[in-house]
């Protein structure tokens, strides 16, 4: 690819303008998704040393049983993550997560709830947390407050309101079909793991074959630019929180299910799991760019570090202790891809 | 005025890919404003990188004061006495004026900054440009850009400079700020401190410069050519390797604009402190250009036509139907389409491809149910690319890596993908360099020819009288003029722009 060759087709006498004039631009060959592959490859290679760990600091680790539990494991945050991913691409945060699936649980579990039965629960979940996300959704755009500030308030409000219902007290699920969510299996899998995998086609599908993931890219990018372009931002920011109020319905959901209580307590933290994973995932917190596949294996590292420990019998505090460095080294990791790629 | 300041030999820098100097000479002599040319990506910001210590030359000679040096970080180059005032300017907007000139360099007893001495030095550095009127008490947030170029400046000054690289600095000046510029760049070399000047402006150079060094593919192609006698002609062959051709495409003869058919029609729009009762037409395949200083409405108004802001009163119909005030969507839906002046920041997705961008107003065409059609948008996007010549061709390339002129493109093959029919230009070629200057020009010209109605802004007055059919004067928020381009030069818009302003 000589600088020369390429004047020439450019300067080709067929051209109705003066595209002789034409500048030249330099710039390196390397394809546009450069960035983003290697980030998931990064990721692969993390996993395939965790499993090599696994494997060799403990017996049971490819027990069937225990892949199964790793899985089910990080369903639940799996399932926020995609909605996480939503949200910081379209260039917000949504610290509110934890609070919405408490508030959807206890909800969900009250005795008024529970007498209608597994379908009234499920309804109630996923209308509770997905208003949740509408009303987050609603004071950012059309508030035009700051995503942060919102949530930080959801946080603070929807976990008041959980303990407010249900008095501070656990709900146990009395439904008898409600628990079957977290213990049925087929071929072998939990079903919960078919909701995370579910929960991820769907939003893969959205976010990348769909004139609504491409706006969130958008809007994410540059809002000004969406604007300009005649995109609805506001509209496109308001739905990204429903999605993720949507995902923490479903969070709600197995993680009731799987405790046979609601409780106002669920959830606790989980937002920060859900965005750890997604910034491991290589999803930039300013917007514009990520992928839900990185924060998927971003959540499937996080679990697997856990697991781990946990077949180590090592204490909660080193789990801790590992997870922060490992968000670090990945970040810098990235950072170091990034600047050769832009280079 | 005759000593060698520095001397660049054979500057060679590859990055992955791309050999973006090739061999680059530079000479400066002390007190001399020296002018650096050539297109975008003929390697300036690349050479002031390698000038600043931002980068590292592969290979080459920098011989500063007659010794060899190899500055390895902006603050080794700084202690040369090589500053630099970018296109962005790098100030701390909730910083005052004070605190920015010194900021790294704070004087200061054991840590405490010694905030009344900090402020005296201030004022006699603003005063040694010529400018002892900035309150260097002031934030730098609240400054306009030329207040701010200022700041730079005094800053370079602090760093007792004894070079400054000022990169396009007239780019985000006013046509009577340029003036005041001039002033302080005159003033500066007064006191033996040399300027290396980087502008798209010929004619600024023709103004301020001593002597030009042009760039072309990373090289040096001509030396410290007489900025006063060297003629335009034989400096835009040396940036482009060609002869000049006559920048601006002929009009076309013939149908008048009264034949052609309305297209859009502006009815009395107001809006409160920017602009009053603005009223035009556009035809179908007409080019309607407005002239304005900045601060005239210009670009407000453009943008109110457009939706982006809401008029106070009046209205704008596109072939006849009338638009809802202050909505982009039904401007874009019925047709119209901006491309704004800050490409950058108001019209393109940096990370997104250049395939994405440019399908971005239009994806519903490619859309069933929500769901997108790649392939077709893919075949649509590189079509339209392909027939604007947009280089690289490949559009699945990240919108970043294009120049100034590629990125118009890209904006301009956005409103063609999504067939709109009015579209608004705001400063097409700012920042775009001379050889595809030409080719926008020509492009604007033949969207017009095939029945695109074209309202241009520009605050070049040779541009707007050139390409337009018919003008628009703006002052101060009003048409003081209108006029077809033929009947009106430059003398008599500057005439306008100037009249009742003064008084």
């Known amino acids: ?343 | 005025m005759s000593t060698t300041l520095l001397r660049m030999r054979g500057i060679v820098k590859t990055f992955p890919g791309v050999r973006a100097l090739d061999g680059v000479d530079l000479e400066v002599r002390t007190g001399e404003v020296h002018c650096l040319l050539g297109q975008n990506g003929a390697g300036k910001s690349t050479l002031i990188k390698v000038l600043s210590g931002a980068q590292r030359p592969d290979e080459g000679t920098l011989v500063w004061e007659g010794e060899t040096v190899s500055p390895r970080a902006p603050a080794a180059a700084m202690r040369l006495g090589i500053a630099t005032i970018y296109q962005e300017l790098d100030l701390v907007d909730g910083l005052s004026v004070a605190e920015n000139i010194f900021l790294g360099h704070e004087p200061a007893t054991a840590g405490f900054s010694r905030r009344a001495e900090m402020l005296r030095s201030a004022r006699r550095l603003l005063e040694r440009l010529g400018h002892g009127e900035i309150d260097p008490a002031v934030e730098v947030g609240e400054l306009p850009s030329a207040t701010k170029q200022l700041v730079s400046m005094a800053r370079a000054l602090s760093l007792d400079a004894r070079l400054i690289v000022m990169d396009e600095p007239s780019a985000v000046l006013a046509h009577d700020e340029i003036a005041g510029l001039f002033r302080v760049i005159e003033e500066l070399t007064r006191q033996e401190i040399a300027i290396v000047y980087i502008s798209h402006r010929l004619e600024e150079i023709r103004e301020i410069g001593d002597r030009i060094t042009v760039l072309k593919d990373g090289r040096t192609v001509a030396e410290n050519l007489p900025a006063a006698r060297t003629s335009t002609e034989q400096v835009v062959s040396l940036m482009t390797g060609r002869d000049m051709e006559s920048a601006f495409p002929e009009r076309i003869s013939g149908s008048a604009p009264e034949q052609r058919g309305e297209l859009l029609r502006v009815t009395e729009l107001c809006r409160t402190g920017e602009f009053e009762d603005i009223s035009f037409t556009v035809g179908r395949g007409e080019i309607v250009g407005m002239a304005g200083l900045v601060g005239s409405g210009r670009s407000e108004i453009l943008q109110t036509v457009y939706g982006a802001r809401k008029p106070r009163s009046g209205h704008v119909e596109l072939a006849g139907q009338r638009l809802r005030p202050g909505s982009v969507r039904a401007a874009v839906r019925a047709g119209m389409g901006l491309a704004p002046e800050e490409r950058k920041s108001q019209a393109l997705v940096p990370y997104e491809s250049i395939a994405h961008n440019v399908s971005l107003a239009a994806l519903g065409r490619y859309t069933r149910l929500g769901w997108v059609n790649r392939p077709a948008e893919r075949a649509a996007a590189e079509e339209v690319t392909g027939s604007l010549r947009l280089q690289p061709p490949d559009t699945a390339q990240p919108v970043r890596v294009l120049s100034g002129g590629n990125q118009q493109k890209a904006v301009v093959a956005r409103w063609l993908l999504a067939d709109c029919g009015v579209l608004l230009l705001d400063e097409p070629t700012r920042g775009v360099d001379v050889g595809a200057k030409a080719e926008i020009y020509a492009l604007v010209r033949e969207l017009a020819d095939s029945g695109v109605g074209v309202v241009l802004v520009s605050s070049e007055i040779p541009e707007v009288l050139g390409l337009s059919d018919r003008v628009l004067v703006l002052r101060e928020g009003r048409i003081v003029r209108e006029s077809p381009a033929e009947e009106i030069d430059e003398a008599e818009v500057l005439d306008l722009f100037i009249e009742g302003s003064a008084a």
């Open chain 1, 1 to 343: 690819m000589t600088e020369q060759s390429r004047t020439d087709t450019v300067s080709a006498p067929e051209s109705r303008l003066t595209a002789d004039a034409a500048p030249r631009t330099r710039i390196a060959r390397a394809r546009f998704s450069g960035v983003n592959q290697r980030q998931i490859l990064g990721l692969l290679a993390v996993l395939a040393i965790l499993v090599v760990v696994g494997s060799t600091t403990t017996d049971n680790f490819f027990e069937v049983s225990n892949l199964m539990l790793l899985l089910s494991q990080a369903s639940i945050i799996g399932v926020l993550s995609v909605g996480m991913t939503f949200v910081v691409i379209s260039g917000g945060i949504d610290l509110s997560v934890g609070a919405i699936i408490a508030l959807a649980s206890v909800w969900a579990t009250t005795g008024a709830t529970q007498e209608f039965g597994l379908w009234g629960m499920l309804f109630t979940a996923v209308v509770v947390a997905g208003a949740c996300g509408l009303i987050n959704g609603v004071l950012i755009a059309y508030g035009g407050l700051v995503s942060l500030i919102v949530t930080i308030a959801g946080l603070a409000s929807y976990r008041g309101m959980a303990t407010l219902i249900s008095g501070g007290q656990p709900q146990v699920v009395r439904v008898d079909g409600f628990g079957a969510i977290a213990t049925t299996e087929f071929l072998g899998i939990p079903l919960l793991v078919y909701m995370f995998a579910a929960t991820v086609l769907v939003g893969w599908l959205l976010l990348n074959r769909t004139t609504f993931g491409r706006h969130v890219f958008a809007v994410g990018g540059n809002a000004e630019a969406a604007r300009l372009a005649g995109i609805d931002v506001r509209r496109i920011r308001t739905t990204v929180f429903v999605l993720s109020g949507l995902c923490c319905a479903i969070a709600a959901i197995m993680l009731t299910a799987r405790t046979a209580t609601g409780a106002s307590t669920h959830g606790n933290l989980y937002e920060l799991d859900a965005i750890a994973a997604v910034i491991l995932g290589g999803t930039l917190l300013s917007g514009g760019r990520g992928t839900l596949i990185g924060s998927v294996l971003g959540v499937v590292v996080f679990t697997t570090v856990n697991n781990i420990f946990v077949l180590n019998n090592l204490s909660t505090p080193i789990q801790q202790i590992a997870k922060g460095v490992i968000i670090v080294i990945a970040v810098l990791l990235q950072r170091r891809a990034n600047r050769t790629s832009a280079a």
